[in-house]
Nanobody, 122 residues
């Protein structure tokens, strides 16, 4: 079965950086749009970023534009989320997902990882 495994989460101070990774297996990686979502306690899951199979286009939530980047390596079946200038309110579980349609809602994704915790201290 398809697996998406996130890694790279942890504790970081406000203003710091983290790089999340999502390794995919058992799917034809280049056929999928890859996305990152996040979910804070008591809040709905929200879109963060997505990337097409070729690397362009990409799209980002307004709140992260200019600070986050979502590169992918099709040879390694891996997508990343580079997060810079992190804020305490961005503390959440970050999820990787894959879908065959372009979209920013959770329903656009067919497969999900288990999530990785990111905690930003003030």
């Amino acid at each position: 079965q398809v697996q998406l495994v996130e890694s790279g989460g942890g504790l970081v101070q406000a203003g710091g950086s983290l790089r999340l990774s999502c390794a995919a297996s058992r799917l034809t990686f280049r056929n999928y749009y890859m996305r990152w979502f996040r979910q804070a306690p008591g809040k709905e899951r929200e879109f963060v970023a997505q990337i097409s199979w070729s690397g362009r286009p990409t799209s980002y939530a307004d709140s992260v534009k200019g600070r986050f980047a979502i590169p992918r390596d099709n040879a390694e079946n891996t997508v990343y989320l580079q997060m810079n200038s992190l804020k305490p309110e961005e503390t959440a579980v970050y999820y990787c997902s894959a879908g065959t349609e372009w979209g920013t809602t959770p329903s656009a994704s067919d497969y999900w990882g288990q999530g990785t915790q990111v905690t930003v201290s003030s």
